[in-house]
Structure formats: C-alpha cells, structure tokens
C-alpha cells in the first residue's frame, strides 16, 4: 500500500480524506445551485417577457378599438351632414319652381354645415374662405 506524506497515522490520513471530500460536496452543492439560480433567472425572464407582450398587444388592441369607434362616431356625423346638404341641393334642383327669382338666391349654408362638421371633427382646418360667385351678386 502506498505510503502518505501528510502523515502516518489513520488519524491525520481520514481527517485530510473529510476534508477533502468536503470541499469537493460544497463545490458540487455551490455549482448545482448556482445553475439552478441561472437556469430560475432565465426562466422568469422568458415568463415576464411573454406576459409583458401580451399586456402590450392587449393595450394596442384596446387603443385601436377604441380610435376605430371613434372615428366611426366621426364619420356617422359626416354622412349625417352630406345627406342632409344632398338633401337640401336636391329640392333645390328638383323644385326651382317653388324658389322665385325675386326671393331665391344661392348661399353658404350647406357649404358651412359640411365645413362645421369636418372642423368639429378635427378632419380639415379652413386657412381661408372663398364665397361662391352666385352669393357674390
């Protein structure tokens, strides 16, 4: 059997053996647990990313949804003031005999009612106004 150098006594050979075997356990116990903590870390990670995307394509959702209704309000109020100034250009086309030429005389109304309701909106904003010829007489 081989001969130690620390020592000769069974003694001092089995303390330097625990030693020894206790150092390599709490390396071992240090690595597994440090790979653990890594291996946790990178875990979290990926699950706190996933759950902040979801709550930022549930943000854009609840954004586009509602910009899109509002627009839709928006819009539902231009096609109200078309209809009504189509209305109103209609009668008068179709009925110029109810408008005599002593009483009846084009205006702005309708162009500033269809203007009122695209400033309203925040669609257009007027730089300047120019008056029809026919209002001009």
Known sequence: MGTWSFGKS???????????LTAVC???VGFVGVRGVINTGSKAENITSASA?????????????????????I?????????N?????ENI??????????????D??????ALDVLVRNGLV??????RPIAVLH
Do not use: C, S
Request: glycine residues 4%.
């Open 53 to 73: 995307q979801d709550r930022a394509e549930q943000l854009l959702n609840q954004t586009t949804t509602a910009t899109a209704t509002k627009n839709g309000v």
């Open 75 to 83: 819009f539902n109020n231009i096609q109200l003031a078309t209809d």
């Open 10 to 20: 069974i003694k001092t050979q089995l303390t330097i053996l625990l030693f020894v």
């Open 26 to 28: 709490i390396g071992v």
């Open 85 to 89: 100034v189509t209305t109103y250009a």
């Open 125 to 130: 904003k007027p730089v300047a106004r120019m």
């Open 108 to 113: 702005d109304r309708g162009v500033n009612a």
């Open 93 to 106: 086309l179709n009925n110029p005999a109810k408008f005599t030429a002593n009483a009846w005389h084009f």
